[in-house]
């Protein structure tokens, strides 16, 4: 009778060892090859909105109504003018800020190539 009983009491410790062998075997290390080149950094390239053209500024004057005001020929012409010249700044401080990005990017794209190249020596 005692026999069975220490037979239940093993069978799962048998299984529990079973289980942690199975699960040790998971975590070996995969046996690398010694004439295997490393891993080739990843390149970062420029984000696709940077290369994408940009769109011609829509720096047209339009006039709104401004109710019974009446304004001279002068002052609606000094308005267009002034509209056109922050619209057309703006738009180049965009296009500006845009062409610093591409830059740093494609500087980061360069340095990585160059660390790559060196190491490959």
Do not use: W
């Not at 709104?64 to 304004?71: A, K, M, Q, Y």
């Amino acid at each position: 009778m005692r026999s069975s009983a220490t037979l239940r009491m093993s069978a799962p410790a048998v299984v529990a060892v079973l289980c942690s062998q199975v699960l040790a075997g998971c975590t070996c290390l995969p046996v690398t090859d010694s004439t295997a080149r490393p891993a080739k950094p990843s390149i970062p390239l420029p984000h696709r909105s940077l290369l994408a053209g940009l769109p011609q500024p829509d720096c047209e004057f339009r006039e709104i109504g401004l109710g019974d005001t009446v304004l001279d020929a002068d002052g609606a012409t000094r308005r267009k003018l002034d509209y056109e010249r922050q619209c057309y700044r703006r738009a180049e401080m965009l296009a500006r800020a845009r062409l610093r990005q591409l830059q740093a990017s494609v500087a980061e794209t360069v340095k990585v190539l160059k660390r790559s190249e060196q190491a490959a020596r």
